[in-house]
């Protein structure tokens, strides 16, 4: 998604050297450690810790305006060792969708951040309805507004929603941002609410 494919962690006496991203983002990814890209990593518990606590502090990440930790869904090993290596964080972000299911899901994930005294800094709705192409009505795939429900009975922010859009699928598919390839859609205005709402939160 952001078009470094084929690319290589390396080194120095500093530390491991991030690869650079669009617009100057360092980044550290697995894919960059792996010879075949659709070998799957088959790692337990312990390894997995090891390789996050890694990357945390064997890393030459310089100066920083943020530094974002992607993890997968759920309440795992990953966000447990991010949150005992990086005891100041400023915060969790929660990413949802409107249906049912993923309010549950949602409701477990702001437990575990409360439990190891990690501040929510909000929830963000994704994939939150679809223009039609034809009519430019809006179709609602899932039901309406779940994610701020759920901030609302949590008591934490409500971040914002972000619709589905094709474009957003095009860019990540060739390695562009999408606020940049289409600066003017629903779906980029969308995202920078999220964003400024999330500065507001951390400043």
Known sequence: ????????????????????????????????????????????????????????????????????????????????????TIKDAE???????????????ITKSVNFARMLNMKVIGIVENMAGLECPHCHKQIDLFRLHGGQEAAKHLDVPFLGSLPIDPKVVIAGDEGTPFVESAPTSEVARAFRIVVENILKQVS
């Open 1 to 84: 998604m952001l078009g470094l494919e084929g690319q290589r962690l390396s080194g120095d006496d500093d530390g491991i050297i991030p690869v650079i991203g669009p617009n100057g983002v360092k980044v550290v990814s697995m894919e960059f450690l792996l010879k075949d890209p659709e070998h799957p990593i088959v790692w337990r518990g312990p390894i997995k810790m090891g390789a996050i606590r890694q990357f945390l502090t064997e890393v030459n990440w310089g100066d920083l305006d943020y530094l974002v930790i992607d993890l997968p869904p759920g309440t795992s090993d990953e966000p447990l060792s991010v949150a005992q």
């Open 91 to 105: 915060g969790a972000i929660i990413v949802t969708t409107p249906q049912d299911v993923a309010i549950l899901d």
